[in-house]
């Protein structure tokens, strides 16, 4: 039962997916579901933001008051499910958070591995610092779009022959990434203990860091990508709180050569599977617990020196990579640096993405039996015609 | 005469600077000095943002109706000088801008050459693409903060003796700089041409990009800056417009090995004097007509693969130095990373910042036998005692 927003008749609204359907929880506050939990109405708004600064016990009664309801066939959700229930084909999705600051990790050691030996240096791929620190950049807030919004191939500077050309980009990548939506502030100045971490995290969404791979190659010394990705990301509508996933949730590996304030006793991952599609071919299938630092250390890192996080932060994983062929999950890695083609269903060749192709990230968790679904994160490549 | 926010007898509203006082533009807006331009009230406010979307030919006509009514002794505003004007002393100055999306460029080419000399190669310092590239970063936009506000010394990780330690940082550094607030906004995938930069700008503000050089160095590979900077930015309170600098305005020297998109006729820089005070003693003088890269480039180029600017972005300088000793924007530069120490006017000696003390930034233009100033961007450091 993940949140989201959702435009419906003219109005904007949050929602709780349910199946093909989707509970209008600006109904539900009108009619009274929510009465004596004694909250403004946070619902008829075109962001998730006010609603989870209302903090986890009440955002977690709010879901749990759904569960109850929708199983209570004489219940007044039930009673008014002409108005509460709507029908996800008849809706537009929005964006469900707005985002304040988009940080970036680079969580991934098979990833990180990967591209050091493409890059760097098959025998010593990581940088030293790479095990000591979950690494990560600041990214652009601004240009994270929902699922379903087209991307146009970005242009910019790069060198083609030698020669510096301004043009459309010719390595055009995704990003297989997973992203936490950051529900709780701490003070500029005051960092948050590694074993408070949790309480700081909303949910999860699934995140694609598009990449223009020549751009980014040739800017990105010596303080990181900019033009090459700052063009557009994609998240997923849904944003699953940590809550629901607490049945797949998994034991974290410990590293022992990390300093104290990265160290948590029973820190933990998810076991939630992860699929890349390519125009219907799936493309990558990983998952999120194979990365090698945990959420609860990327929130202790980033706010180690003082910074302050805010309501809706997202803080993403980096792209989410294992060693074998499927598990990679970008295409500069499936490519080995864009020197080897491979086939999708239909016969077609692929290095780097092609106007038209249409990429699509999927998750999912089983627990007990039941399937927790974080929807997907769509886009599909325009032509720039500019 | 520039724009800030203000509090004042617990009330937070928009205001204008002049002199040792400030009009209160809430008040001004109550009594119908802005009646004719037919706008809501968008300055009972906490931040500028709303005004700045009222447009530049809007808020031009503000303030030209301010710079009138000022003048006009029997005007409505003098009338009602009792309300309008403000004593500076007895307000709190707050952050001027909500500030959605902060970056950061490296746009001194005698800064990069500087740090190029002392930690990459002497005769070699610059990277390749610095001259093709306005080289920037997208920085932290929470932890932006407004003149006076102070600052507590960063913890972090870093190599010490050649071991890894938790610690705060040794190395803490001051950046001088001057930040462009955008007051425009382009539509994600729409690149703003360089020849209509200009209208996206609507004023600049000074900017402390404060730095623990020992974070920094250890974990800015490969992604660039992180927690060695995110701990904390200082800007000032009040916001000069574009418009307002037009009589110092400067020509712009171009370079002929750019591509395209980065070059401009009749492109422009600013004879604007800029210092910084560290405790009272001037230890930095520049100007920042000696940037190798314009506002305008930095548009351009922010915005070439697509990325959407908002209004309150952010784009800073980056550390504004010169050659000369006095010219050097930040410590790390003025000791040569730290190998040098200074002497402070009252016999202090200095390598980095230490607790307690007060980095002051300031900055003035003088046209036409008149100054603009900008007012002061100040941070005092205190002791992390965590």
């Known amino acids: 039962m993940p949140f989201g927003v959702f435009e419906y008749d003219g109005k904007v609204q949050l929602g709780i997916a349910i199946g093909a359907e989707i509970v209008d929880l600006n109904v539900c506050h009108k009619i009274g579901l929510f009465e004596h939990l004694d909250i403004p109405n946070v619902f008829l708004n075109d962001c998730l933001n006010d609603f989870i600064g209302l903090g986890k016990q009440t955002t977690n009664k709010v879901r749990m008051i759904i569960q109850k309801e929708l199983c209570d066939q004489n219940g007044l959700l039930r009673q008014n499910s002409q108005d509460v ?22 969580s991934s050691k098979f990833h990180a591995e990967n591209i050091g030996k493409l890059f760097r240096d098959p025998n ?74 949790e309480e700081y995290i909303f949910g999860f969404c699934l995140f694609n860091d598009w990449s223009a791979r020549d751009i980014q190659s040739w800017e990105y010394k010596p303080l990181g990508p900019f033009t090459g990705k700052n063009f557009a990301s994609t998240i997923s ?77 997202l803080l993403a994983s980096g792209t989410i990579s294992g060693k074998d062929e499927l598990e990679k999950g970008c295409l500069m890695e499936k490519t080995y640096g864009g020197t080897r083609s491979f086939k999708l269903l239909n016969g077609d060749e692929r290095i780097y993405l092609e106007d038209n192709d249409v990429v699509c990230l999927k998750a999912f968790a089983e627990v007990n039996g039941y399937k927790i679904g974080f929807g997907k994160a769509e886009g599909k490549i325009i032509a720039n015609n500019d």
Chains 1, 2 share one sequence.
Do not use: M
């Open 85 to 106: 229930l709507v029908n996800q084909g008849v809706v537009k999705l929005k964006l469900p958070i707005k985002i304040g600051n988009y940080t970036d990790f680079y």
């Open 124 to 197: 010593n791929p990581l940088l030293p610092n790479w095990t000591k620190i979950p690494i990560a950049y600041h990214g652009r807030a601004s240009s994270i779009v929902v699922s379903g919004t087209e991307v146009k191939r970005p242009k910019g500077q790069l060198i083609e022959g030698g020669e510096l050309v301004y043009k459309s980009t010719g390595k055009l990548d995704y990003e297989l990434e997973f992203a936490a939506v950051i529900g709780k502030e701490n003070q500029l100045g005051e960092p948050v203990d590694i074993n408070n971490a």
């Open 237 to 313: 509508p849904w944003v699953v709180t940590i809550e629901a996933l607490d049945d797949c949730k998994v034991p974290f590996h410990r590293q022992n050569d990390v300093l104290g304030y990265l160290k948590k006793d029973n820190d933990f991952s998810f076991d939630i599977t992860l699929e890349v599609y390519l125009n219907e071919t799936l493309v990558v299938k990983n998952n999120f617990k194979t990365l090698y630092w945990s959420v609860s250390q990327q929130i202790a890192h980033h706010t180690v020196s003082g910074c302050n996080l805010k309501i809706g932060d």
